[in-house]
């Protein structure tokens, strides 16, 4: 899952980006309204976190323009102020939630799921694939009854592959959902990780789950063969 930050106090900025990425988000962060929207419009973005009180464009704004050009994006606005009014303006331009600073971050992190669970169908709580099973809130993987220890990043790429279970998913939608705006595409960083994932989801177990087909990417599939990684 990517997130949009758009927050413009740094240490904010970077205590709210490290706790999300320690619970395997990606996250991209912007300091003022105008390297929002230009994010968002460059980008494919499952949550958007807006601060109202921003630079150049306030969040009022920057919702606004999301809204008119068509983007459904989730958006949870964060704010200082704990005006109804102002509760009142974000949900009318089309903010999805609403939290009043200052908040625990684990109430961000309820509301934070709880926005990307909408769509319950499209989003279940346990994803399986042959005997890979994936709890998305506890994020535990097992294979069979072994539990398969992964980090934050291991484990979004597998279960964004997971989500994607029986289709080819190129390396472009791995970076744009897995990884962040600075990531390079000509890093081999993706395959590294593949591999890393094979280690520890396929090696000594049968079927192969996780498949690379040259020149297209990657599919989790049940039955598949390891390609060329």
């Known amino acids: ?17 490290k706790g999300l ?23 494919d973005y499952d949550l958007v976190i807006l601060d109202i009180m921003l630079p150049r464009r306030d969040g009022f704004a920057v919702c606004r323009e999301l809204r008119s050009s068509g983007s459904a994006v989730p958006v949870l606005m ?16 089309g903010a999805d939630d609403y939290l009043v600073k200052p908040f625990d971050f684990h109430e961000l992190l309820a509301r934070v799921r709880a926005l990307l669970r909408r769509g319950q169908a499209l989003r279940p709580a346990t994803i399986e694939v042959a005997d890979l099973r994936l709890d998305t809130r506890s994020h535990q993987v097992r294979r069979g009854r072994a539990e398969v220890a992964l980090t934050a990043k ?12 029986g289709e080819v998913v190129s390396r472009a939608e791995i970076a744009g959902h897995v990884w962040e705006e600075d990531f390079d595409p000509f890093s081999n960083l993706i395959e590294v990780y593949i591999q890393r994932l094979r280690r520890k989801v396929d ?27």
């Open 21 to 43: 990425r320690e619970q395997s988000y990606a996250v991209d962060v912007a300091a003022d309204g105008e390297a929002a929207l230009a994010l968002a419009d460059f980008n």
């Open 203 to 229: 090696d000594g177990r049968e079927p192969k789950l996780i498949r690379t087909l040259r020149g297209e990417g990657y599919m989790l599939m049940a039955g598949g063969a390891e390609g060329d990684a």
């Open 1 to 17: 899952m990517r997130i949009l930050l758009v927050e413009d106090e740094p240490s904010a900025a970077r205590m709210l980006a």
């Open 154 to 165: 291991e484990y979004a790429l597998l279960e964004y592959l997971a989500r994607r279970a």
């Open 78 to 93: 964060l704010t200082a102020r704990d005006a109804v009014q102002d509760r009142v303006t974000g949900l009318d331009l």
